[in-house]
Nanobody, 125 residues
């Protein structure tokens, strides 16, 4: 499974971005898709995830209310809508896939089998 993120860029504080995660060819139905980020000098952290088949979601507490994960089954794509962005949201954002997740999707990177290359998000005035 090859994943590709898109939608990153440079925005000002308070603005929004929507990241997309799509596979090259394979359907995402058997997977959970997670969004992670890694800021310079920091560990990678899990932000949100979605069980693609049933749409159940999970969020890191610190992004609840600002970030929303969703899927478009017609487009075989998962999105991360990020609102009210802050300079501390600056990081490389990755999507990842966990095959056949058991129960609620996880925010732990060790659970994920496939990773995209990442997309840079910079929040700066």
């Amino acid at each position: 499974l090859q994943l590709a993120e898109s939608g990153g860029g440079l925005v000002q504080p308070g603005e929004s971005l929507r990241l997309s995660c799509a596979p090259a060819t394979v359907t995402l139905e058997p997977y959970a898709i997670g969004w992670f980020r890694q800021a310079p000098g920091k560990e990678r952290e899990g932000l949100s995830c979605i069980n693609y088949k049933d749409g159940t979601t999970n969020y890191l507490d610190s992004v609840k209310g600002r970030f929303t994960i969703s899927r478009d089954t017609a487009k075989n794509t998962v999105y991360l809508q990020m609102n009210s962005l802050k300079p501390e949201d600056t990081a490389v954002y990755y999507c990842a896939a966990e095959l056949l997740p058991l129960g609620r999707c996880s925010l732990f990177q060790r659970e994920y089998d496939y990773w995209g290359q990442g997309t840079q998000v910079t929040v700066s005035s």
